[in-house]
């Protein structure tokens, strides 16, 4: 059993920057390829990143791709996302999420554990 806690949300201006945290309980954690997901109001929940168990291979999507970076410290039990040049359209409950191997970009479905997720609030 994996849990999964993220802080680090809250609210900025469009440009700005958040660093979103997820701990993990257990001893297991660089067994896990890990991953953000995201979902907006009325929308569907979403892929942004995922990054492999020794960190060594990262994923992202399109959308993000340039601005986030996706990290963990295994040595923690942490995985972080690093979120800069935020858009008003980044606005959604963040997501952090685990899964027992597997391929770069997996599906939701992939993953077994999730946390309670952060809210974060991108004004224009």
């Known amino acids: 059993q994996v849990t999964l806690v993220e802080s680090g949300g809250g609210s900025v201006q469009a440009g700005g920057s958040l660093r979103l945290s997820c701990a993990t309980s257990?001893?297991?954690?660089?067994?896990?390829?890990m991953g953000w997901f995201r979902q907006a109001p009325g929308e569907e929940r979403e892929f942004v990143s995922d990054i492999s168990a020794s960190g060594g291979v990262t994923y992202y999507a399109v959308s993000v791709k340039g601005r986030f970076t996706i990290s963990r410290d295994n040595a923690k039990s942490t995985m972080y996302l690093q979120m800069n040049n935020l858009k008003p359209e980044d606005t959604a409950v963040y997501y952090c999420a685990a899964r027992s191997g597997g391929r770069a970009g997996a599906s939701m479905t992939s993953y077994a554990y999730w946390g309670q997720g952060t809210q974060v609030t991108v004004s224009s």
């Open positions: 257990g001893r297991t954690f660089s067994s896990y390829y």
